[in-house]
């Protein structure tokens, strides 16, 4: 079983819409949450954190955390065409593991 | 501030040599991580760096070997190279090693011929 999975993707949404991003993990123990973002040719840049369970929210993006059912999750309202790219999402194991991404396009 | 740097930017290599890639993390960071990103996968953890320390190794052989100096900037090398050592090499620079906030450098990319 892999460690961190994402849905699969390509997941394609209109201008102006909500991008819904799911993530589970297989170490309870886990800590710390991170969500990437990744354009193509490019290194992941850190968009979110999350720590405590519950939502967490930056401008247009909000993370939500529930560890009882090993999730995380990527909500990104408003989308907009720079929006399109690779989301990573990443679990804190004294190391980081990495989701394989899910790949959004925002449509004009 | 400069964010975290790495060296060089491409490289193509053939199959057998050696390859050393180079990270220096942001000021004030005392701890990297390396990782390997191949194509359509997310990134897998090789190393991570601590004061100089190595604290973690990945699933990968020991032909991949690193260290940090003094100043904290790192190297990653990797001996007869393969064909499927062909990635974008990560290098993180991270600011907690508690809650593990990475940030990583532009990467480099190689090529094993």
Redesign the interface.
Known sequence: QKEVEQNSGPLSVPEGAIASLNCTYSDRVSQSFFWYRQYSGKSPELIMSIYSNGDKEDGRFTAQLNKASQYVSLLIRDSQPSDSATYLCAVNDYKLSFGAGTTVTVRA | DAGVTQSPTHLIKTRGQHVTLRCSPISGHKSV?W?QQVL??????IF?YYEKEE??R?NFPDRFSARQFPNYSSELNVNALLLGDSA?Y?C?SIWDR??????????TRLTVL
């Open positions: 991580s990782y359509g996968q997310g990134p897998q953890f991570q604290r973690g990945g974008l990560l993180a508690g809650l593990q906030e990475q940030f990583f450098g532009p990467g």
